[in-house]
């Protein structure tokens, strides 16, 4: 055997022994399976903060942890269809703050690890046992949207003192959203004002809402934080605009597509969070010995913009309460 022929086989060998090798490696690497209800263009800031909170937990994307990803695109009847396709692919774990996801993910899987990054009320949906003790395979981030109710309706009157009519979008469909509208009807009676139910279960529902929605003279819109409302915010806003409606809204993404104000948590900051349950997960620590994080800090966002154009005049006594003014 020649020297060449004998370095080809040498080197023939080393490769055969070295594809297993490489595939082990690459199979050692975390996936994680990332549930949205919207889409990157939609929500693809909530990604970004993710995996910045990744990064600064030393995960960077493509290298050491690879992101399985799966848009429903608003429509929220294709997200068992989505984490499905994720428990047949056995990511190590799945994150989604979409509350129809997170429940077909508990009825589909009591193994992979989930991590729920804002949900409404997962102790009253059946998701966890408890926010202390969540027991099971589920745990993450509560935004608590319902217990504020109240005090997003006191601040929208505090804007519009003679507020008694207002319209409340929402969408029954939704699991959390029964609980959130009880929510606001309690809180509504106690400032002695008037609701408007206005239901929307998809796109065509909500176009024909906000088409006639001044046929109720509400003075103002409250809107509901679901997958639905958030996927449609644009459309959302510029319905209050046209029917002149001062709106409060749950997260500043609505304020940024024009809505007047907000009032709640991050949801950028929540997703950050959301990786530091990722990190202790892939760690080891199981979900159940992972309490459920509740907010402490909430945001009050206003559209100078948007106030101008309405021809309202924005309290000092709410402008200084302001986290962000957008001018």
Excluded: C
Excluded at 21 to 39: D, H, K, N, Q
Excluded at 80 to 109: C, G, H, N, W
Excluded at 204 to 232: M, N, S, W
């Amino acid at each position: 055997m020649s020297i060449t022929t004998l370095g080809l086989t040498i080197t023939l060998a080393l490769g055969a022994l070295s594809v297993p090798r490489v595939l082990e490696a690459a199979a050692t690497v975390p996936r994680i399976g990332y549930v949205g209800a919207g889409s990157p263009a939609t929500a693809g800031h909530h990604v970004q903060a993710f995996v910045q909170g990744l990064r600064k937990l030393g995960y960077v994307e493509g290298q050491n942890i690879v992101i399985e990803y799966r848009w429903a695109e608003g429509k929220l009847e294709r997200l068992p269809a989505l984490v499905a396709d994720l428990v047949r692919v056995r990511v190590d774990v799945m994150v989604s703050s979409a509350t129809p996801a997170i429940q077909a993910a508990k009825e589909q899987t009591s193994t992979i690890p989930i991590v729920m990054a804002g949900i409404t009320d997962p102790v009253g949906l059946g998701l966890v046992a408890g926010l202390a003790r969540p027991g099971g395979n589920i745990t993450g981030l509560t935004h608590l949207s319902p217990d504020l109710s109240g005090k997003r309706l006191e601040l929208l009157k505090e804007v519009v003192p003679r507020l008694f009519r207002v319209a409340v979008l929402w969408n029954p469909s939704h699991p959390g959203q029964p609980l959130a509208f009880k929510e606001t009807q309690v809180a509504a009676q106690a400032l002695h004002m008037t609701l408007i139910s206005m239901e929307a279960r998809n796109r065509e529902e909500l176009e024909g809402v906000l088409l006639a929605i001044g046929k109720e003279r509400p003075q103002g819109l409250f809107v509901l934080v679901d997958p639905l409302t958030f996927f449609h915010r644009g459309l959302i806003t510029e319905g209050a605009a046209r029917h002149r409606l001062p709106a409060m809204y749950g997260f500043r993404e609505w304020v940024d597509a024009g809505g007047l104000m907000s009032y709640g948590t991050s949801f950028a900051d929540q997703f950050r969070r959301a990786a530091t349950y990722v990190d202790k997960i892939l760690k080891g620590t199981k979900p159940a010995d992972l309490p459920v994080e509740q907010p402490t800090r909430f945001e009050l966002v206003i559209n100078g913009k948007t106030a101008k154009a309405l021809g309202l005049t924005i309290p000092q006594s709410v402008l200084i309460r302001a986290d962000h003014v957008i001018q």
